[in-house]
């Protein structure tokens, strides 16, 4: 009979209890984490100030999210290799300073162009922050760890969706937009020189060659085909130069790309782990739910303050809710995913957020709160049981080696979900709002026609221009207009969640086995280790 090999007791060092030590470091990580969520979120509830204070289109405003997620996207399969090469230490402050000097200079913007080319910026350094902090953890505390670390980690994710929508509308009530910003500088001083010195010092070591062939080509034509997509509204047609001529260069560059990443060892996203028929079941369903979800997301901020009239503070507050939902169950969700196979769960969790989303297909300028609430709690529930048991189950049908590709691949899947949703929403709306009716013998200050919409909208931020015009009726019914151009956007984001439902369908059904250790010597197919969790 073959003897087994009987594994050792860990030592005391190594208990799964987290030292003052590793504390610490989590402590440098959280801030910069936090950092970088907030900032995601708190800029939401800013893009009608924007509108204003730049007197540019809806469509053209959310570049300052949709560029600043592009920019994210960049330097997540970036940041591993440069770790290696220049240090987790060294590069996590370069992210800092990055991150921080790009919040400065977005408040100094003088338009809208300058204040997205600094949010691109501020998106290379808030890119790097979570992935390179997570590797610093993970080496400070060591894998047996990862759960505990995960839970420092789960803070600032589950605080972002609800804080950083209250802190921006509170920063412009009290201040300005420029706030927004600024209240970054002294927590990025304070995060560097906690950095300098609570972090190990760095020991780079050679690394795998890097793809940047194609990072030129996948993050160029990204950026100029949602640039095309984007200009649609302000040119009004597709054959406009402006419109396809971005499109048809971005379309062009990103095919190069899929030809090109089958051609290099470490290609930036490895295509090849489609091959794998659950994974990209997975994929599938993330980045049309992405699509749906986060650019549906970024319109319900817009409704509270251009067609109710709300304050920034107030817009934030009622969108609390649905953050509140995700934090009741994304915990239960994670522990569901290593016990119950996702195809039984996750359609269910859809199922929540079609319910949550039908209201906002409904909206008119005096829909109760209270419903809203409701739906934006119900979809809540519905986000914090999709995206983890989606992401999870992804990662348990690769092996070891394969887990850094796989978890790259979907992270940008991911951040480009989301600035697909986020420019494609932003272009419905602009054009549903621009088909409203003009008003006779007013023109803007480029001799552009105001319509009863544009007018309805400006007249809720100063209301003595609704006492100035001949018929009164003419703010009801732009401000009517207006709700319905909102509740038609939002038909499009369910229809997207619904057809999320069709991959949702294929997901594993049964029980699923883990193949992390599958290419490690010694392992038996009864090792079930927790999978990786995606960062992003």
């Given amino acids: 009979m073959t003897q087994q090999p009987v594994a050792a007791p860990p030592p005391a060092a190594t208990s799964d209890k987290l030292d003052a030590a590793v504390l610490k470091v989590a402590g440098v990580v959280v801030l910069g984490a936090l950092m970088s969520i907030l900032d995601v979120t ?14 540019a289109s809806y469509a053209r405003v959310a570049w300052t999210l949709t560029g600043y997620t592009l920019a994210l996207a960049t330097v997540i399969p970036l940041s ?45 350094g808030g890119g790097m922050l979570m992935p390179i902090g997570m590797t610093i953890m993970t080496r400070a505390a060591g894998p047996h760890r990862i759960g505990r670390l ?69 993050s160029p034509g990204l950026a100029l085909f949602l640039y095309g997509v984007s200009s649609l509204p302000d ?31 470490h290609p930036l996203l490895d295509l090849r782990l489609f091959r794998n028929r659950r ?104 986000m914090g049981g999709t995206m983890m ?16 590709r796989g978890t790259t691949l979907l992270n940008i899947l991911q951040q480009i979900g989301g600035s697909v949703g986020a420019a494609v929403m932003s ?24 319509t009863e919409a544009g007018l309805a909208i400006a007249a809720q931020r100063q209301p003595e221009l609704a006492q100035q015009l001949p018929d009164p009726s003419l703010v009801s019914r732009g401000l009517e207009f207006a709700a319905n151009s909102f509740a038609t956007t939002f038909w499009v984001a369910f229809a997207l969640v619904l057809l999320t439902l069709v991959p949702a369908a294929f997901l594993p059904r049964r029980r699923e086995r883990s193949h992390l250790l599958d290419d490690q010597p010694g392992t038996t197919p009864d090792d079930q280790p927790r999978a990786p969790v995606i960062i992003h």
């Fill in 42 to 55: 708190v800029v939401s509830v800013a893009i009608p100030t924007f509108q204003s204070e730049f007197d």
């Fill in 80 to 124: 591993g290799w440069a770790a290696d090469r220049f240090g987790t230490k060294r590069l996590y402050m370069i992210a800092l300073t990055l991150f921080t000097i790009g919040s400065g200079l977005c408040a100094t913007a003088d338009t809208i162009g300058e204040l997205i080319a600094y949010r691109v910026l501020q998106g290379l």
């Fill in 150 to 218: 995960m839970a420092v980690l789960g803070i600032p994710m589950l605080l972002g969706p609800i804080g950083g929508p209250i802190l921006g509308g509170w920063l412009i009530d009290v201040a300005s937009w420029h706030w927004i910003f600024l209240i970054n500088l002294p927590i990025g001083v304070i995060a560097l020189v906690y950095a300098q010195l609570a972090l190990p010092k760095d020991s780079p070591e050679p690394s795998e060659s890097f793809d940047f062939l194609g990072m030129l080509m996948l």
């Fill in 235 to 265: 040119a009004g047609t597709f054959a406009e130069p402006e419109v396809w001529g971005p499109m048809l260069v971005g379309a062009a560059l990103v095919l190069a790309f899929v030809r090109h990443s089958f051609r290099p060892q």
């Fill in 279 to 382: 994974l990209t079941v997975a994929a599938v369903t993330m980045f049309v739910f992405i699509i749906a979800f986060m650019g549906a997301g970024l319109l319900f901020p817009s409704y509270f303050l251009q067609v109710r009239g709300e304050s920034t503070l107030q817009a934030g507050l009622l969108i609390a809710p649905q953050g509140i939902g995700a934090m009741l169950t994304m915990p239960i969700a994670g522990v569901l995913a290593d016990k119950v196979p996702v195809g039984r769960t996750v359609p269910f969790a859809l199922l929540l957020i079609v319910a949550g989303m039908f209201t906002f297909t409904q909206l008119d300028a005096d829909t109760s709160y209270v419903l809203i609430s409701g739906s934006l709690f119900v979809m809540g529930l519905g």
């Fill in 389 to 404: 048991p989606i992401m999870t189950s992804a990662l348990k049908t690769l092996t070891g080696h394969e887990v850094a």
């Fill in 427 to 450: 272009v419905i709306l602009t054009n549903e709002l621009n088909s409203s009716r003009p008003v006779p013998g007013l023109t803007g200050p480029n001799g552009e026609p105001v």
